[in-house]
């Protein structure tokens, strides 16, 4: 029988997807439909934080789907009141609004901002300064806040309010501040801008230039967050809390849910009627977050991960000595990492799936490792035999080549 060409895909063709599908996973393996097993070092963007299938959370999102799915916020959710309490005794914040999202996260971020300053007899005050290589999300809002042109392009007027300083420049940033500022905005690490770290110094002064200048300073934590970084929250290593902090990706471990958390004083405008949402906070997605926090708050988990995350940095500096020509650098926190390389870092990530692992590209040249908190010192050891593999795949490409 003659083979039949692929039907086109419905789909709307925005993502540039690999012919790979999934149908299980277990811990940090996932299984193709051909019954190919892949080492998951993406977590689906840093999403699955427990890995697949962990047994608590497939417990809570069960017996929560024999309940109830959803009842809009018309009412009170028990559920949400106690993630909600959990986050709060975890944090500096004091209340928290739940969605879908990272990006819906950040809308009610700029939004709580905004309003912080017009209850305040400054509607004026509206403006958020970002940073160059940061990624807020892909609405009109959060694009224009994360202010990269290749996103921004042919989407209309880039939305009005948002100021973008040079990475790392604190004079730049100083000077952006102006007599409309509402608020500073930025990852304490940018994950898809390439893995680069704020110092907890730089921290502190944009702390300080906040508190000086009145203005509200915004976290977003959404990749960061959630043991990511081998803390609870990335900024808890500096010492520096902000006002408000958007949360989204491994707090649903899988499931759609965006948190936005702030102070009292912060949310002071957010009174009812100011925002909403539909799905936001549903039952389902409240009781996978309490399964993901009942984990990642267990007495241990997360110096677990710094020790393990220890051991794979090693292993990638390790790495480095072995294959100097493709690899430059490694970066990041917990499991948040960062081989910079010196070849095109989408064919790194292309022999890596070669050989069954996958790795997620990001800004800067950078792939990044964001495998399952929960991954034993045997995957690591595993990742790192598999990129072994596939920097030996890529010389012998380039020797072949030049052969
Ligand atoms: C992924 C991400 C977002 C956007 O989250 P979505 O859930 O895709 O809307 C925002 N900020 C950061 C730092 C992210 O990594």
Redesign the pocket.
């Known amino acids: 029988m003659a083979e039949e060409s692929p039907k086109p895909s419905p789909l709307l063709p925005t993502f540039a997807r690999a012919d790979l599908s999934f149908e299980r996973g277990e811990g940090p393996w996932l299984y193709t439909d051909r019954g190919e097993r892949y080492l998951d070092f993406g977590a689906g963007?840093?999403v699955n934080s427990l890995g697949h299938a962990h047994p608590h959370l497939v417990k809570a999102l069960g017996e929560q789907a024999a309940k109830v799915w959803h009842v809009s916020n018309l009412y009170r959710i028990p559920e949400g009141e106690k993630l909600a309490q959990r986050l709060v005794d975890a944090t500096f914040a004091d209340t928290a609004f739940f969605c879908?999202?990272?990006?819906?996260?950040?809308e009610a971020a700029i939004k709580i901002a905004r309003k912080y300053h017009a209850v305040g007899g400054h509607p004026e005050r509206f403006r958020i300064i970002t940073v160059e290589g940061?990624?807020?999300?892909?609405?009109l809002a959060?694009l224009a806040a994360?202010g990269q042109q290749k996103y921004l392009e042919g989407f209309g007027p880039k939305a009005e309010g948002f100021d973008q300083v040079p990475y790392g420049d604190m004079e730049a940033l100083k000077a952006a501040i102006t007599p409309e500022t509402a608020a500073i905005m930025v990852?304490p690490i940018?994950?898809?801008g390439g893995v680069r770290g704020f110092t907890p110094q730089q921290l502190r002064e944009m702390r300080e230039l906040c508190d000086q200048n009145g203005i509200l300073l915004i976290f977003?934590?959404?990749?960061?967050g959630v043991g990511r970084s081998g803390k609870l929250f990335a900024h808890q290593r500096s010492g520096v809390t902000p006002d408000i902090m958007?949360v989204?990706?491994g707090i649903g471990g899988g499931f759609?849910l965006?948190v936005c958390l702030a102070t009292r004083e912060a949310g002071r405008g957010m009174t009812a009627g100011t925002h909403g949402t539909t799905f936001g906070g549903n039952p389902l997605a409240m009781a996978v977050g309490n399964a993901v926090l009942d984990v990642v708050l267990e007495p241990g988990f997360l110096e677990r991960v710094e020790r393990i995350s220890l051991v794979l940095k090693q292993r990638l500096a390790e790495l480095k000595d072995r294959h100097p020509s493709i690899i430059a650098e490694i970066r990041g926190e917990g499991m948040l990492l960062g081989v910079r390389t010196k070849i095109p870092n989408t064919e790194l990530a292309a022999a890596a799936r070669e050989e069954h692992l996958l790795l997620v590209p990001a800004g800067d040249n950078v792939v990044r490792l964001l495998p399952p908190l929960v991954i034993t010192e045997a995957d690591v050891s595993e990742a790192f035999d598999r990129l072994d593999r596939a920097c030996a795949r890529i010389e012998a490409s380039k020797t072949g080549a030049a052969a």
Do not use: L, M
């Open positions: 963007i840093a879908n999202s990272g990006a819906e996260a950040n940061a990624f807020h999300g892909r609405t959060t994360g990852e940018q994950a898809e977003d934590e959404v990749q960061t958007s989204a990706k759609p965006g």
